[in-house]
C-alpha cells in the first residue's frame, strides 16, 4: 500500500466518529439534488457501486432504499460505522483503484468527495476501469476535487490526511478519455464548518 493510501486510511479510522458529525453540519451539501439526478435515471433494484462509502449516511442509505447496493472504503472503522448505518446495503474494505469487477457489472457507480484521496495521477486510470464496470450506458456521479491539491493537509480534523486533484478542465478530459459523456458538470461552493469549499460535480454516462 502507497503512503498515500496510508495517511487516508489511518485518517479515517482516526476520525471516523468526528467527521460524521462535521459533515452532518454542512447544511448546504448538494450531493440529495446530485443524488436524485442519478436515481431518476435507474431502474429500482440496479446493482449501484459506492466508492469511498464511509460510514454510509446519507448517500449510500440513499441509495440502498431502492437499489442493490456495494459500499467499499479503505477505513475499516467507517465500514464498522457503515453497517450499522445501512444494514440493507453490502459493504467490503478495499482500495477503489485496486478492485476488479467482471465488465458491465453495475447500471451505476458513485463517488462523494472520495476520488480526492486517490493520487491525480491515477485518475485517469481509475475513471477508465469505473468504465468497464459499467453496463452500456451505465451513469457515473461523481464529486470530484477542482484545484491543484496534492499532498498532505496536517491537521484535517485532528489527523493528517492526503488530498490530490485536478482542475474541471482536467477532470473533464480524463473522463471523457475514459468514454463518459457528461451530462451533468457543474462547480459547487458549500459552506463546511471551516469555511466556503468548492467541488466539481459530474454525472456522466458510459
Not at 133 to 142: E, I, N, S, V
Amino acid at each position: 500500500m502507497s503512503e498515500a493510501r496510508r495517511i487516508v486510511e489511518s485518517g479515517y479510522d482516526s476520525v471516523a466518529e468526528r467527521y460524521l458529525e462535521w459533515s452532518a453540519r454542512i447544511a448546504d451539501d448538494p450531493r440529495s439534488r446530485f443524488l436524485g439526478e442519478l436515481t431518476g435515471r435507474l431502474d429500482d433494484g440496479a446493482r449501484v457501486l459506492d466508492l469511498g462509502c464511509g460510514a454510509g449516511v446519507p448517500s449510500t442509505a440513499a441509495l440502498a432504499g431502492r437499489h442493490d447496493v456495494l459500499g467499499v472504503d479503505l477505513s475499516a472503522a467507517q465500514l464498522a460505522l457503515a453497517r450499522r448505518n445501512v444494514p440493507g446495503a453490502r459493504f467490503e474494505r478495499g482500495d477503489m483503484t485496486a478492485l476488479s469487477f467482471p465488465d458491465g457489472s453495475f447500471a451505476a457507480v458513485t463517488a462523494f468527495y472520495s476520488v480526492l484521496h486517490v493520487p491525480r495521477e491515477e485518475h485517469g486510470g481509475l475513471f477508465a476501469r469505473i468504465a468497464a464496470w459499467l453496463r452500456p450506458g451505465g451513469w457515473f456521479l461523481a464529486a470530484l476535487g477542482c484545484s491543484e491539491a496534492n499532498g498532505v493537509e496536517a491537521g484535517w480534523l485532528g489527523a493528517p490526511m492526503f488530498f490530490s486533484s485536478h482542475s474541471p478542465a482536467e477532470n473533464r478530459r480524463l473522463l471523457e478519455a475514459a468514454g463518459f459523456t457528461l451530462e451533468v458538470d457543474e462547480i459547487v461552493t458549500m459552506r463546511e464548518p471551516e469555511g466556503p469549499a468548492t467541488f466539481h460535480w459530474v454525472l456522466g454516462r458510459r
